[in-house]
């Protein structure tokens, strides 16, 4: 039987990289590939197909924009009606805007990097404990420690235009998810929260110079490998920990 996985913010980046990976994988997965705009994700999960030659019922797309609570419910029902079951979920959608006006970068990175992976988590709890092994994963940043940020021998201990509102929804991220943790204990639900390294995606901008942090950032594929040795299980023994490709980062 398939291992149903749905992944948020699908169409690029870690999360694009991440489905086109489980939908290789030798292991048995139907992966559900979702994101706001709903051509994007089409053309990926196409993309995904034609690469890996995997059964189009096998890679789905969805539309969930993980701001709006009725495309939630959709994808929800959707998932329900198709699977009766979701055995892993991955909150990868995640945006890190700039920009002049604080209140507004705030609350739209709130919305997307905080809010909404904790209305998504709360809307598929149901379906992931109808799996007999649910996983839910959280993408979060080792960007989001309050060691490394108070520690001057770090290379986080910095800041640059528009890092404040990213880390500090990163930072809230860690706690809802080991709130989950902690919450769901009786249950069989793995809650993790992952760092996927500085790699190459649209999270910083489109432009080649952003896409590829100014030539810095490294093959998002590494972050996607590091998303399946976690749901393999082959990182348990960093369970309450901020899982990252080299071992783990501190709080
Ligand atoms: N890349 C890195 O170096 C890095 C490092 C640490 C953590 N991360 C985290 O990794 C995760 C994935 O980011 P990425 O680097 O792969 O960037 P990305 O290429 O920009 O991917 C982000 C994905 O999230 C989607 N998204 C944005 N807002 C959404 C919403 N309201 N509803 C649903 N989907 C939405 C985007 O869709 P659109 O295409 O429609 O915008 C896109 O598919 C994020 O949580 C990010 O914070 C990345």
Redesign the pocket.
């Known amino acids: 039987m398939p291992r149903i996985v749905l992944i948020?913010?699908?169409?690029?980046?870690?999360?694009f990289q991440t489905a086109k990976l489980l939908a290789s994988a030798p292991d048995d997965f139907s992966v559900i590939l979702?994101?706001?705009?709903l051509a994007?994700v089409e053309a990926a999960r196409e993309e995904i197909t034609r690469a890996t030659g995997k059964q189009s019922d096998s890679v789905v797309a969805l539309q969930?924009?993980?701001?709006t609570q009725a495309s939630i419910d959709k994808a929800v029902a959707l998932v329900r009606e198709t699977f009766g079951r979701l055995d892993v979920l991955i909150n990868?959608?995640?945006?890190?805007p700039t920009g002049p006006n604080l209140e507004e970068m705030f609350r739209t990175t709130f919305d997307?990097?905080v809010i909404?992976p904790a209305l998504v988590s709360a809307a598929f709890r149901s379906l992931l404990l109808a799996s007999e092994n649910p996983w839910h994963l959280y993408?979060?940043?080792e960007?989001s420690s309050l060691s490394y940020i108070t520690d001057p021998a770090s290379p986080m201990y910095q800041t640059n235009a528009g890092s404040v509102a990213y880390r500090a929804s990163?930072a809230a991220l860690n706690m809802v998810a080991m709130h989950e943790q902690l919450e769901t204990k009786e249950e069989k639900l793995n809650v993790r929260i992952l760092?996927?390294?500085?790699?190459v995606?649209?999270?910083r901008g489109s432009s080649e110079e952003a896409r590829t942090?100014w030539g810095g950032?490294g093959d998002?594929e590494n972050s996607a490998r590091l998303i399946l040795s976690i749901i393999r299980g082959e990182r348990d023994a960093d369970a309450d920990k901020l899982i990252s490709v080299d071992g783990f980062h501190t709080w």
């Open positions: 948020t913010g699908a169409n690029s980046g870690i999360g979702t994101g706001r705009d994007k969930l924009d993980v701001t990868n959608a995640g945006i890190a997307t990097n909404g993408v979060g940043s960007t990163k760092c996927p390294g500085f790699v995606s649209n999270l942090g950032a998002p």
